[in-house]
C-alpha cells in the first residue's frame, strides 16, 4: 500500500506570496493532519480535518488554512509569507481521527 | 496542556552498545505514547507505540520502550547499535482533551553511532 504522499517536496517563495501544499493520505485513511517542524519550534500541530471539516486547530495564525476533498486529499494554504514560515510542513494520515497517525515525505518551504 | 521531554539533545553511543533514549510525559489522564524516528531529509516514521495493555512494546528495526506510569516515562531503547540507526527520534503524545488526534512531541533526540 502506498503511503503519504506530498507535493511539491521543495518550494521557493517570497515574502508575501502565497503557497499551497497538497497531501494525499494512504488509501482508506480519512483523517489528515498538518505539522510544522523548524529548527526553533520543533513539531508544531497546524490543524487536522476529517470527513472535509476541520476538527481541531494548533496555535497558528489565520494565515494558515486548509481544507479536505471528498477522496480525503487535503491541501494547506498559507497566505503573506513571512521569512518565519520556512519549514518542513508534514502531513500524517490515519484510518479515522484518534488513530495511528502516519507521516509523508513533507514539503520544504523555503521564503526569501 | 500536554508536555513532552526529551532528555539529551544529542546522544552518540558506539556500534554495536545498547541505545537508550529518554522521554518523560506530563499529562492529567493516560496518553497515548509514539516513538518515531526521522532520517535527513525524510518525514517521521513511527517506530513503536503504547496505547493500553502490555506496558513494554516492541517496534521495529529492534527497538522497544516500556511505559512506566508512576515514573511518567516511555524510554526508548534498543540492545545493539546499528550504524543504519542514527537518526533523529521523536518521542509524542496523543491529547485526549483531543480525542487523540493532536500529537504533541518532545524536542528531539539526534543518534549519532560511533564506528
Known amino acids: 500500500k502506498a503511503g503519504v504522499t506530498q507535493t511539491p517536496r521543495y518550494l521557493i517563495k517570497t515574502r508575501g506570496q502565497q503557497v499551497t501544499l497538497s497531501c494525499s493520505p494512504i488509501?482508506?485513511?480519512?483523517?489528515v493532519s498538518w505539522y510544522q517542524q523548524t529548527p526553533g519550534q520543533g513539531l508544531q500541530f497546524l490543524f487536522e480535518?476529517?470527513?472535509?471539516?476541520?476538527?481541531n486547530k494548533g496555535n497558528f495564525p489565520g494565515r494558515f488554512s486548509g481544507r479536505q476533498f471528498s477522496n480525503s486529499r487535503s491541501e494547506m494554504n498559507v497566505s503573506t509569507l513571512e521569512l518565519g514560515d520556512s519549514a518542513l510542513y508534514l502531513c500524517?494520515?490515519?484510518?479515522?481521527?484518534?488513530?495511528?497517525?502516519?507521516f509523508g515525505p513533507g514539503t520544504r518551504l523555503l521564503v526569501l | 496542556a500536554q508536555s513532552v521531554t526529551q532528555l539529551g539533545s544529542h546522544v552518540s553511543v558506539s556500534e554495536g552498545a545498547l541505545v537508550l533514549l529518554r522521554c518523560n510525559y506530563s499529562?492529567?489522564?493516560?496518553?497515548?505514547l509514539f516513538w518515531y524516528v526521522q532520517y535527513p531529509n525524510q518525514g517521521l516514521q513511527l517506530l513503536l507505540k503504547?496505547?493500553?495493555?502490555?506496558?513494554l512494546v516492541k517496534g521495529i528495526n529492534g527497538f522497544e520502550a516500556e511505559f512506566k506510569k508512576s515514573e511518567t516515562s516511555f524510554h526508548l531503547t534498543k540492545p545493539s547499535a546499528h550504524m543504519s540507526d542514527a537518526a533523529e527520534y521523536f518521542c509524542?503524545?496523543?491529547?485526549?482533551?483531543?480525542?487523540?488526534?493532536?500529537?504533541?512531541f518532545g524536542t528531539g533526540t539526534r543518534l549519532t553511532i560511533i564506528p
Open positions: 488509501s482508506g485513511h480519512r483523517s
Open positions: 500524517a494520515s490515519s484510518l479515522f481521527p484518534g488513530e495511528t497517525q502516519y
Open positions: 503504547y496505547t493500553t495493555g502490555a506496558t
Open positions: 499529562s492529567s489522564v493516560p496518553p497515548y
Open positions: 480535518y476529517f470527513s472535509e471539516t476541520q476538527r
Open positions: 509524542a503524545v496523543s491529547d485526549p482533551n483531543f480525542g487523540n488526534e493532536k500529537l504533541t
